[in-house]
């Protein structure tokens, strides 16, 4: 079996159509097939370390999410991803914990958000991507918190948010008082829900 019938015996055995430098190192595969097969346009080199079948769904959250593993999709990308929003992002944003410094962030198309290493990791959720892979999304009421926050959220999308949220049969207003508090929006939190509710 040749090197590049190793790799394509590589990529049958994943579902989403990807295969990473790491995968094809410890099938013992040389990494020169790699680029052997993005020159033949077999594969396509989304990221460094990343491939993509030629005929797999480009999935750009996933595709985000593999390849900044510690990235967690928030603020507004998290409202359309959880359907509070309608309108589609023209940038995604991630956050991630401070102090994670991947060089390649400066050159992507994403809004990157940065918190202390405490308030990194609550509120996270696993979810489906349009396409059906999973991705680590900040669930609604932390996502709610994040937009009140600071700046940079269109006011519009937040009422809109904050109305549909207030409305929801699912709300969890003990939690997002939580979030909230932890968060340092409680103030405008009470404001919203006093309004709404």
């Keep these: 079996m040749s090197e590049n019938e190793k790799i394509k015996d590589l990529m049958t055995k994943t579902t989403d159509g990807i295969v990473t430098t790491?995968?094809?190192?410890?099938?013992?595969i040389h990494r020169s097939a790699l680029k052997e097969m993005v020159d033949i346009g077999e594969l396509y080199r989304y990221a460094r370390g990343l491939y993509l079948s030629k005929d797999a769904w480009e999935d750009d959250f996933y595709l985000l999410q593999k390849k900044y593993g510690r990235g967690i999709f928030s603020h507004d990308t998290a409202?359309?991803?959880?359907g509070y929003s309608d309108r589609t992002p023209a940038k995604y944003t991630m956050t991630f914990p401070k102090g994670y410094n991947a060089p390649s962030l400066k050159q992507e198309s994403i809004i990157?958000?940065?918190v202390i290493p405490e308030n990194y990791s609550f509120g996270i959720i696993e979810m489906q991507s349009y396409c059906g892979h999973s991705i680590n999304?900040?669930?609604?009421?932390?996502?709610l918190c994040d937009i009140l926050r600071g700046s940079g959220s269109d006011i519009q999308i937040v009422n809109a948010a904050m109305k549909k949220y207030a409305a929801s049969k699912e709300k969890n207003i003990h939690k997002l008082m939580q979030y909230a508090e932890i968060l340092r929006v409680k103030p405008k939190v009470q404001?919203?829900?006093?309004?709404l509710l």
């Design 191 to 195: 404001r919203y829900m006093e309004v």
């Design 79 to 82: 409202l359309y991803l959880l």
């Design 22 to 28: 790491k995968q094809v190192t410890e099938s013992g």
């Design 137 to 143: 999304v900040y669930d609604l009421e932390r996502t």
């Design 112 to 114: 990157v958000k940065r």
